[in-house]
């Protein structure tokens, strides 16, 4: 039999699990940044919304189902943040399109996206030529990701969590032997100590988890290919 407060207590639950999983979850489903995390959105909204009006489902059931589901994300998050292949294998990697100002044809097709719609996307960036663009690609939640040519402000994660960015370190004309040298230049050892190094106007900096060692930037040669 229907019952209203028995509708309301399950609201009640499943709004203060909501809170908490978004809180736990890093609050990546308030901005989702990949198809995993649509996915969770979508899952959870199922979920919640289904049991909510049926009655059949008893509020204890309810509670189970919400923590099994809160708990292979979690996991999942977990596998993610300390194994890139499995990040790359949930989220993807994103798909580039044009490269050093040249369009890639078969990773449009792969990105599903027409030569219309990719115009249309780089009007809304402010961008009216293709001749404009050094790289860009379709990012894991969708969105298209643009460097233009000739911008004194354009920089590169080379690093991040350990993982060397190998697609930027082409479009800088680099090898990871280049940056395996900068690195023992500035006193770090190995690649998997640094959370993250970024390249911007002549200059990498390199962020450890160990905050003490973070360093200032460094000055770098390299030939500008943009």
Known sequence: MFSYMDVAI???????????????????????????DQIQNYVLGGIIGGVIYNPDITIMQFLI???IWSGLIIAMRILKAKNSEVRKWI?????VIVNK??????????????????????????????????RAQVE??????????????????????????YDMLDLMDKDEQWLV???????IASKEDVFCAEYYKGSITVYTDDMEKQTSPVAVMRKDPL
């Open 10 to 36: 399950k609201l009640v639950i499943g709004l203060i699990c909501l809170v908490i999983f978004i809180n736990m979850s890093g609050k990546g489903n308030l901005a989702p940044l990949s198809a995993a």
């Open 65 to 67: 189902v919400l923590l």
């Open 181 to 187: 040298d900068v690195f023992q230049h500035m006193g």
């Open 140 to 165: 894991q939640n969708g969105h298209l990701t643009v460097l233009k040519k000739d911008n004194e402000r354009l920089g590169f994660i080379l690093v991040a969590e350990g993982s060397i960015d």
């Open 91 to 95: 989220d993807g990697d994103p798909i």
């Open 101 to 134: 100002g040249k369009m890639i044809p078969k990773n449009f097709k792969k990105a599903n996206l027409s030569v219309t719609d990719f115009a249309t996307m780089l009007r809304m960036q402010d961008i009216y030529t293709i001749k404009d663009v050094s």
